[in-house]
C-alpha cells in the first residue's frame, strides 16, 4: 500500500494536479502544453464527456467521430512531464482507494502536439515535425531504475562523444517513440530526432543578459546525425513523455508544429491556422487507428 504522501490525492479522491480518476480518461490522451489551446479542440468534438482544471492542467475528454479522447495541458518542461505522466498513469494503473496496483494493465497512446524551433534552414515554418527519437538533455529519466532496453544506448553514446559536454551536465539520453503511433500518425511531417531542452533561454543556446555556458549548442545539435537520422528540433517536454511512457508501458508520439526556424531566423507570428489543422488532422488519424 503507497502511503498518502507518495501517492498524493485531491478531497474528491482525484490524483492531485491533473484532478482526474481513470474513467474520465480515454485511451488516447493529447498532450498540449498550453491550458488555453485546449479550448481549440472543443469545435471538433461532437459532446464533452468531462472538463476539469488545476492550475495548468486543463483537460476535457470529448467525442471525436465516435472516438473518446482525452485532451491535457501540461505546462512546459520535463518537471510537469513528471507530475502528469505519473498521474495519468496512476489514475489507470491504480486502485486509489486501496493504493496499491491494479491486476490488468491499461495502455494510453500519449500524443505530444506542440511548436517547436527548427535546427536546419531546410525545415520551413508552418511544417511538422514528428520525433522519431528523443534526445534528453534534462536529466530527467536519469533519476528512475529502468531495464537496459528503454534507452537507444548506441544513439546515446555516439551523442555523448559527438557533444563534449562538461561533466557539471546531466549525461543525455535517447528514447525512440512508438513506431506504431509514428506510422499512423506522421503522415508527411519530417520524421527525425528532437531534442529536449531543460529550459528555454542558455539551454536552446539563446543568450540576452545572461552568457550561455554552451559556446553553440544549436550547431552541436545539428551537425549530430547518428544512422541516417538528424537532430530537427529543440523543446521541452519530448524526452520525458518517452522515457516515462516507456517506463510505464504507455505509447508516445511528439507532433510538433514548427514555428521558428533557428539558422534563418524566422519566425511564425499567426500560426494558429496551422495548429488547428494539425488538431484535426491528429483527431481524425487517431479515430482511424
Known amino acids: 500500500m503507497i502511503k498518502e504522501s507518495e501517492l498524493v490525492l485531491s478531497s474528491k479522491g482525484s490524483l492531485y494536479h491533473i484532478d482526474l480518476v481513470g474513467n474520465q480518461i480515454a485511451d488516447t490522451v493529447v498532450l498540449v502544453g498550453d491550458p488555453k489551446r485546449v479550448d481549440a479542440f472543443k469545435p ?36 510537469n512531464i513528471d507530475i ?6 496512476a489514475a489507470v494503473n491504480m486502485d486509489l482507494d486501496k493504493r496499491v496496483p491494479k491486476s490488468e494493465h491499461r495502455k494510453l497512446n500519449l500524443v505530444r502536439i506542440g511548436t517547436s524551433g527548427a535546427l536546419h534552414s531546410d525545415i520551413p515554418v508552418g511544417s511538422i515535425v514528428a ?28 551523442f555523448y562523444a559527438h557533444a563534449k559536454f562538461d561533466n557539471c551536465f546531466a ?15 506522421a503522415g508527411d511531417a519530417y520524421k527525425g530526432i528532437t531534442a529536449t531542452a531543460p529550459g528555454f533561454y542558455a539551454p536552446q543556446g539563446r543568450q540576452v543578459r545572461l552568457e550561455t555556458r554552451i559556446e553553440d549548442i544549436n550547431t552541436i545539435l545539428s551537425s549530430f546525425e547518428y544512422n541516417g537520422n538528424r537532430v530537427l528540433n ?19 508520439l511528439t507532433m510538433c508544429l514548427i514555428i521558428a526556424n533557428r539558422p534563418t531566423g524566422t519566425f511564425l507570428n ?7 489543422e494539425l488538431i484535426e488532422k491528429t483527431l481524425y488519424n487517431i479515430s482511424c487507428m
Not at 534526445?135 to 548506441?154: A, C, Q, R, T
Not at 549525461?171 to 500518425?185: R, T
Not at 499567426?270 to 488547428?276: A, I, L, Q, R
Request: charged content about 20%.
Open 44 to 79: 471538433f468534438f461532437t459532446s464533452i464527456e468531462q472538463e476539469t482544471e488545476n492550475r495548468e492542467i486543463h483537460s476535457i475528454t470529448g467525442v471525436y467521430r465516435n472516438t473518446p479522447i482525452t485532451i491535457l495541458s501540461t505546462g512546459m518542461g520535463t518537471d
Open 84 to 89: 502528469v505522466v505519473n498521474e495519468l498513469d
Open 131 to 158: 520525433s522519431q527519437y528523443a534526445i534528453g538533455l534534462d536529466g530527467l529519466l536519469n533519476y528512475y531504475k529502468h531495464d537496459d532496453n528503454v534507452f537507444e544506448h548506441g544513439m546515446a553514446e555516439a
Open 171 to 185: 549525461k543525455p539520453y535517447v528514447v525512440c517513440g512508438d513506431e506504431i503511433l509514428l506510422d499512423k500518425l
Open 234 to 252: 529543440f523543446e521541452m517536454e519530448t524526452s520525458a513523455i518517452y522515457g516515462l511512457g516507456r517506463l510505464l508501458g504507455h505509447g508516445a
Open 270 to 276: 499567426n500560426y494558429k491556422p496551422n495548429m488547428n
